[in-house]
T-cell receptor
Framework: RKEVEQDPGPFNVPEGATVAFNCTYSNSASQSFFWYRQDCRKEPKLLMSVYSSGNEDGRFTAQLNRASQYISLLIRDSKLSDSATYLCVVNGGKGYSTLTFGKGTMLLVSP | DGGITQSPKYLFRKEGQNVTLSCEQNLNHDAMYWYRQDPGQGLRLIYYSQIVNDFQKGDIAEGYSVSREKKESFPLTVTSAQKNPTAFYLC???????????FGPGTRLTVT
């Protein structure tokens, strides 16, 4: 099983739609979870951390299910500017201090 | 402005030459990291450093070397031993182990 697995997409949605991405991870000892956003040919940027109780930041909601070892990201009222690749990130790769990045899920929002 | 800078943005080299990529941060972060990203691929960890004068190999360290003489700086040398050096190189830092990482804008290296 890959360490962090994501559906590569692309997810094609119209503006205003709600879209959800899931990600599974293999290391049950992982303690830190994040979603990053990466625009084409740019560096990844932190979107949000994922807490056990779930967390929301505006139109974005992240959930963690430790028992099933998956993380989700929900985007409501999609904007054209949300088009990007979303990376699921989990700690506990090479060492506790390192993060393991999924390959990302591409989102394309159309007018 | 606090952040991470990488230079140059684009770098072209001939095969057989060593090349050093710069990474500087003024966030006062202890930990720094180097990744490479190939088209359609995820980030792969090359080297990381948790404190000055100490660093560890990541998943793909062969053909690369690093130094961490100052807290702010973590340069990466791509040696001629690296078989496929053409890639997008990303430097990141975090305040401490396991925390979220912040990335520089990256260096695109092309070796011909």
């Amino acid at each position: 099983r890959k360490e962090v697995e994501q559906d590569p997409g692309p997810f094609n949605v119209p503006e205003g739609a709600t879209v959800a991405f899931n990600c599974t991870y293999s290391n049950s000892a992982s303690q830190s979870f994040f979603w990053y956003r990466q625009d084409c040919r740019k560096e990844p940027k932190l979107l949000m951390s994922v807490y056990s109780s779930g967390n929301e930041d505006g139109r974005f909601t992240a959930q963690l299910n430790r028992a099933s070892q998956y993380i989700s990201l929900l985007i409501r009222d999609s904007k054209l500017s949300d088009s990007a690749t979303y990376l699921c990130v989990v700690n506990g790769g090479k060492g506790y201090s390192t993060l393991t990045f999924g390959k990302g899920t591409m989102l394309l929002v159309s007018p | 402005d606090g952040g991470i800078t990488q230079s140059p943005k684009y770098l072209f080299r001939k095969e057989g030459q060593n090349v050093t990529l710069s990474c500087e941060q003024n966030l006062n972060h202890d930990a720094m990291y180097w990744y490479r990203q190939d088209p359609g691929q995820g980030l792969r960890l090359i080297y990381y450093s948790q404190i000055v004068n100490d660093f560890q190999k990541g998943d793909i360290a062969e053909g690369y070397s690093v130094s961490r003489e100052k807290k702010e700086s973590f340069p990466l040398t791509v040696t001629s031993a690296q078989k496929n050096p053409t890639a997008f190189y990303l430097c990141a830092s975090s305040i401490a182990q396991g925390n979220e990482q912040y990335f520089g804008p990256g260096t695109r290296l092309t070796v011909t």
